[in-house]
């Protein structure tokens, strides 16, 4: 019997609940299943109704009822989900309870407010609950490992960021004086320059911002090599970090002196030579 | 005596398709390395015949004989193979026989519909079978290698891949609606901005595709900056997978020490000497 | 007391000096914190003050003010600095001393000669005091963790730079004779032509100069793949490099049982508990 | 005594072939610094010789003059190194003797011939003897390591090599025949299409190449998606190799077995149980 079950609440509710909030059952896996992929449906039709024929007919028209198709479905869930839920004002007021609202809003506005269907792209964002419907399977674990591996990289990424920022500004603000001077545009201000800086650094190099003077092109070769900085030290930094996560140190503390950080292979605590 | 020798199966049959599908005999070897290089050089063929200076004499007619050379040369080897094979249908709908059949129907095709013959590049796959030739070499075990790491980090790579394409798919449909509204014509849709934030995420960066409103372009530089984690994030897992499955490190410990550590291929402590 | 306090020297710089020069205090913390945040702010107003609308009254007088007011609030700083050391001299000629003195002075230089206000950009420098603020905290240690993984691979970078070089120098000269007779401008000299092979071995590809002949293609995708060592091989060495670092294995043996592998902060034997 | 030394050789040519060929003595380290900043010097005479302001008077004459001098200063060089070797063919033949000639060909054959001192780029070869001069410091050793790197890695490389280039064909046959038919003029031949899959894969993007049909745009972002493939795997390869050749197993083999690979703490061989 699930932990909320209490004899007030209709049992059919407490079914209900297990179906839809919960993946351990088999119908609860099957539920989340089908959300998912009706998820995937309406984001691929709110995608592809913006495609220039999907503004003729009859295209229109189907696209039209399939949005209202999905935005009913998701309406009546989440009817269901207030219904069943036993606090319901916590459920509407959570991360998800939110974008399943904003989610269905949009449709509904777009009636008094023609235009505002366009909004309905936050549907996309209900497509997050696919980390939820796998939260019990590894696939999660595998997410917070990464996010651990972050976590303890995040001081020496700190001090990469504030440096990358700096570079940035210097290199702007040269490139802004230098080029400025040279009649060159699309260096007119700073911010424009970083838009260049940026642009430039991470080697994408649209090339719609290009330096012109022999000045401007040497900044832009050494900030192109600091750039590469970019990549090369936090990858290294993630992958030791990542290396490092996997060689297992058990989290046994020692009963004599409460050391902790042990070797797997550790008998004897390192601190205190009690025995583990 | 080859596993596929029977009473009822001449004997010249079972050497050549010892010579034809097997490797490990001096003949079986000079056959699949005498068919890499056909395979090579029909692709050479096949790829140079398009060069508009091949359209015109003499270079038309030699790539045009070229080009049948190799034809009956490879529908020849698809008959032997057929002939010598105990199983013909099985050799006939395996990988390799489709793809073998494939490379040869459309010079045949092209005598009935002119033109067909373009799909003769579908003789590039053929080079597939490259890795097929060396498959009792080490090869095959480094590319199952990669394989494995790839498979041990599959979790990991959809979380990512999974974030990836939601962060693709808001940033597109922000841009649709920023740009699209400032009557930038390359996001007219959304599937037209996908395929800008592909271009800009992974730094390819044409130009063909840029944002000309200052929304716009701060939208990018933070897309850029999330594409950067696509280089860093599985670099860094995939680095690390490979470090760790060379460490190919026992968990068994000595009897007589204890001492743990061991390789895979010990079978005496290395600390006090006693069998394992 | 701190080290510097001596009988001949008023009680209140000694005070002001651990407020301005030291972060430990719960003071001396809140004004480093405070000068973090101005800087932030000014270097903002110098950035925006660049844009076109920031010309146009009223935002060309508020950014006016808003830059002689950091400019006074930075002069007040730093000669309280002046003051409250005890070697004035020594302060002035540190390289955090001279930055603080060139972020004041364009303010004050544009006064007699219009237009030296855009050498204001100095200022961006003094963000480099961030590193200087959080010296007792783990920030510089995480620094100083890079600095050394980069110390530790010095030569190898040396190595792969001086090919890099050598690369990028026999590829300009190539291009240049080979697009120079094809009159194509962009690579009129080799120091043109090396801004190219910069620009496309980093994948930065702009697109401003690109080879037209078929040569000059060839050589273009060949350096394009060198140019991925580029990426690839210190990556490769610093994540090894970095890895490392991490494990601080000491290489003491215990004297009870031989056992190796002990961490730098094991005090006892994990083995059998003998003291180290 | 020098090896080569011998009675019927002048003791002045052993005492030149000292300071000219070898490092280890002072004169002989003054030489070759000399020699590397020579080299440098003369290669950025011909790189900015090559600057449209260096075809006008006063500059055309000091480069000519400067051409002239290194010309002159490193044919001295050859014909004193070709005298005091004891095997001057050896040395004339070899790999630095061969491009110690061609350094110094051009200038002389622009005599006869004018247009050829654009040969003179060949001198940047020069500057490998970079490696030459610090060749008994570790900076080689360092290469070697890379090298060893690469060389263990080398089928994992071949694996993905093929399998890129097979990708890269059938990618660029693809587009070919889309792009092709669509009257994209970029896409004319295969080998065009090559050129345009290879600067793609590798994100340079210069833009002068781009898709114009939905077929090819899609086609375009599944190859971008592969081409990270060609950053990430070999990243990951390398990185782990040079991790693991740092962990290392000692040569020492067991005395009795004579297995090798025992790591630096073992004390027996972990195959026979002998002491080692």
């Not at 209202?68 to 459920?91: D, G, K, N, Q, S």
């Not at 609950?129 to 996010?147: G, H």
Request: one cysteine or more.
């Amino acid at each position: 019997m699930p932990e909320h079950a209490s004899p007030n609440f209709a049992p059919w509710r407490d079914r209900l609940h297990e179906i839809i909030f919960e993946a351990d059952t088999k119908a609860g896996k099957a539920f989340d299943v089908a959300l998912i992929i009706a998820i995937f449906l309406s984001v691929a039709v709110v995608v592809l109704s913006t495609l220039p024929s999907a503004a003729s007919e009859p295209y229109r028209s189907v696209f039209y009822t399939l949005e209202w198709v999905f935005t009913i479905l998701f309406t009546a869930e989440y009817i269901l989900r207030l219904i069943v839920v036993r606090r319901p004002w916590r459920y509407a007021t959570s991360f998800f309870g939110v974008i399943d609202l904003l989610s269905i809003l949009p449709a509904f506005l777009s009636i008094l407010l023609p235009g505002s269907e366009r909004l309905m792209v936050v549907r996309t964002l209900r497509l997050l609950r696919i980390f939820r419907v796998f939260k019990l399977t590894r696939y999660l674990s595998e997410a917070s490992a990464l996010r651990e591996a972050f976590y303890i990289s995040r001081h020496k990424i700190a001090v990469f960021m504030t440096t990358v920022l700096i570079v940035i500004l210097i290199a702007s603000s040269l490139m802004h004086v230098v080029e400025g001077s040279a009649q060159n545009e699309a260096f007119d201000s700073i911010p424009d320059s970083m838009y260049w800086a940026i642009i430039t650094m991470t080697t994408v190099g649209y090339g719609d911002v290009i330096p012109v003077t022999v000045v401007g092109k040497i900044t832009t070769t050494l900030l192109v090599l600091v750039g590469y900085s970019l990549i090369i030290v936090p990858t290294g930094i993630l992958s030791a970090e990542i290396t490092d996560s996997r060689r297992k140190v058990t989290t046994r503390a020692c009963g004599a002196c409460m050391a902790e950080g042990h070797d797997a292979d550790a008998r004897f605590c390192k601190k205190c030579g009690a025995v583990l």
